[in-house]
């Protein structure tokens, strides 16, 4: 057997940890090298593995977690699923909490995996009974057998970067450091590689990749604690200083917007061909600024803390960006600003008059969208949408039947426009008469206005 291939492991456990280093090729980093560490690669696809497992095996081994167990935890997602995933293989059971704001697939992956999941706001702060830290201490301190991991203050989080994390970087780099980049979430990667270095590698600058809107960040450049802003950058970035957080350590810090961190992710994976989440992108933009920065060669370390297979919806879906403003189009007040999938762009959904109810249905499904241009020969020639679906359901006739037609027959030929120039009011009596407007650019067609749109609109303008 060739002896660069890993041999059989007993169990998925044994397979966390020990993840690939790949060097930044294709971007530019100034005279330095810089490496990327695949926590990707971890079996639950997060760097977050590592803590999840050591936390899990000290409360075992300090007689707190026992047959029969429960595990529970505030988390942003990736601690969830990898203590979803420890847990599962050890037999405990799991309840997570989790905010909001965290994306579809890691929640539908923590619950694949057996475990419940909780979801409070992610607009209340420390203190709130409804603040995810506050009510996932509250679900244990009431469930038997239960155990509150805290990743923010269990030492274990940061005994598993220390252990294994930090080792494993400076061997991989024959022990030659100069800087390792990281995000903090529960800071248990600063503190842990931070720790190590500081023993076993001296030279070794920590820096922080902190999204803007964190407190952390201006914390370590200005020592002033600002009040937290928003951010949509998963899983790192504080509205306050975690226990497990060692900010002593920070050498720099660098403050990286949202639509930076997820441009650099998708260019990452454009130039790389490295599949990573919208932390990595600001790891990877803070990265390259410092290495830019330096005035001699050095070797750089950052992280792919996950996969960005957890953000295909987010960070690699031009709606979500479209959504989000960050797609560079100009804001001008008008109805053009509320159109989110550009047919001129190539992007809206549609469906031929030929087509079937079936296929609509597919399409709307599956861009999660309520309703469809019809679209013959370029032209817009009706519209269907979820109640020309429903009538023509309810009208009786089996729903096989239904489904089999061609749309032509049930979608609405009567169409309402407006003009892209029209101010966004334009289009709130049209919504209060349930029309949904095509948005006409001279004579031709830019998309559809929804109301999500709009209201989507009103809360990126004013935010
Ligand atoms: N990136 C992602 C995607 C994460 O989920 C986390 C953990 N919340 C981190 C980075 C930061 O790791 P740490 O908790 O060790 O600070």
Redesign the pocket.
Known sequence: MRDDIPRRSASVLDLIGRTPLVEVTRFDVGLCRLFLKLESANPSG???DR?ARAMIEAAEASGRLKEGGTVVEAT????GVGLALVAARKGYRTVLVVPDKMSREKILHARALGAEVVLTRSDVGKGHPDYYQDLAEAIAAKTPGAIYVN?FANPA?PGA?EATTGPEILDQLQGDVDAVV?????????TGVGRYMRCASPKTEMVLADPAGSVLAPYVETGAMGQAGSWAV???GEDFVPPNCDLSLVKKAYSIADPESFATARELLRLEGVLA?S??GTLLAAALRYCREQTRPKRVVTFV??SGAKYLSKVFNDAFLAQEGWLGRKATGTVRDVVVNRFDEGAEIFVRPTETVASAFARMRAADISQLPVIEDGRVVGIVDESDLLDALAAGADAKRVFGQPVGEVMTRELETVSADAPVEELLPLFARNLVPLVMEGGAFLGLATRIDLINYYRVRDR
């Open positions: 997060s760097i977050k803590p942003a997602g990736n601690t990743q989080n970067h990281v995000g903090v979430g529960s800071g248990g990667t600063l998963e899983g790192i989440g932390s990595s803390c996950d």
